[in-house]
């Protein structure tokens, strides 16, 4: 198994949290990992992506020019990054940050209401919580236990009250992410 994602959105979405996220999980199943953010001086606000490995085999490069995943977050990010999808990969974006949505056939293009569903839950922090199990749903590619054990190691000790919420969102983005 191995896995190329490409993450992007605006800065302060959580895009590289997610990311990190992610990198940690693959980690604690002794998977081999890589976690590339890149982001301008407007970190937030501005545009941001993180681009995450997660392999059996070890990892050659980090840099990466196509992707099996990408998670589009805002519409910036899908005009620069719809075109690098493989051709059979996935595309996965938020409805909320997307105006015109994703037109290539030779990919399957999902969408997950993310942003709705964190305000459902009274926390927009939720939000790349719930893309992350959206994501986990399509490509199963670490186990939530991980992920929460990846939360305690990212989070800082003060913010782990919140561990159960973020299970919560990650269950919740894997309900509501549906096929566009």
Request: cysteine-free; hydrophobic content about 40%; aromatic content about 6%.
């Amino acid at each position: 198994m191995k896995e190329e994602i490409i993450i992007a959105g605006f800065g302060g979405q959580g895009v590289l949290s997610m990311g990190k996220i992610l990198a940690y999980s693959g980690l604690m199943e002794d998977k081999e990992v890589t976690w590339m953010p890149a982001y301008g001086p407007e970190q937030r606000g501005g545009t941001a992506n993180v681009t995450v490995i997660v392999s059996d085999d070890r990892i050659s490069s980090p840099i990466l020019s196509q992707y099996d995943v990408a998670i589009i977050l805002n519409q910036p990010s899908l005009e620069k990054f719809e075109n690098k999808v493989k051709p059979g990969g996935i595309l996965m974006y938020d409805g909320y940050g997307i105006a015109e949505a994703p037109t290539r056939k030779d990919i399957r293009v999902y969408r997950i209401d993310a942003m709705d569903a964190a305000a459902e839950m009274g926390n927009a922090k939720a939000f790349n919580m719930i893309v992350l199990g959206g994501l986990l749903k399509l490509k199963p590619m670490v186990s939530i236990d991980s992920v929460v054990k990846a939360l305690r190691k990212t989070l800082p000790e003060r913010h782990h009250h919140l561990i159960p919420m973020n299970e919560e969102a990650i269950r919740k983005g894997m309900e509501i992410v549906k096929e566009a």
